[in-house]
C-alpha cells in the first residue's frame, strides 16, 4: 500500500510564496507518474502539475510559469514551490501516485493513490 502525507500548506498573502512536500512510502516501482491537485469549496478537484517517469513536468495554464514541481533523486519527496500566489490558488492540496506511466496528466480519476491534502489560503 502506498501512503502519501503531504505537508507545507499555510495561509499567506497575495504574491507569497509557499512550497508544499509530499513524503511517499510504500511500494510502486520507480513511481512511475505524480502530481498535485487541488480543490478548492465548491468546485471540483483539478490538476495543477504532474511529473513523469523520465521527470518531465506539465502544468496547468492556470499555474504556469508560477509554479514547479520536483522530485528528489530517491522519488521518496514530491514538492510543488508555489510562488506569485493568488486568492484564487486557495484550496486544499493532494499528492498523488498513478501505478502506470501514461499517461501522466492531470485528471484525477486517473490516480490510484491520495494523500489527506493539506490546506493553502491566499488572502488580498
Known amino acids: 500500500q502506498v501512503r502519501l502525507v503531504e505537508s507545507g500548506g499555510d495561509s499567506v498573502q497575495d504574491g507569497g510564496s509557499l512550497r508544499l512536500s509530499c513524503a511517499a512510502s510504500g511500494y510502486i516501482y520507480n513511481r512511475p507518474c505524480m502530481g498535485w491537485f487541488r480543490q478548492a469549496p465548491g468546485k471540483e478537484r483539478e490538476g495543477v502539475a504532474t511529473?513523469?517517469?523520465?521527470?518531465?513536468?506539465t502544468y496547468a495554464d492556470s499555474v504556469k510559469g508560477r509554479f514547479t514541481i520536483s522530485q528528489d533523486n530517491t522519488k521518496v519527496t514530491l514538492s510543488l514551490q508555489m510562488n506569485s500566489l493568488k486568492p484564487e490558488d486557495t484550496a486544499m492540496y493532494y499528492c498523488?501516485?498513478?501505478?502506470?506511466?501514461?499517461?501522466?496528466?492531470?485528471?484525477?480519476?486517473?490516480?490510484?493513490?491520495w494523500g489527506q491534502g493539506t490546506q493553502v489560503t491566499v488572502s488580498s
Open positions: 511529473i513523469d517517469v523520465n521527470g518531465s513536468p
Open positions: 498523488a501516485a498513478r501505478s502506470r506511466a501514461w499517461p501522466c496528466r492531470g485528471k484525477s480519476a486517473e490516480f490510484d493513490f
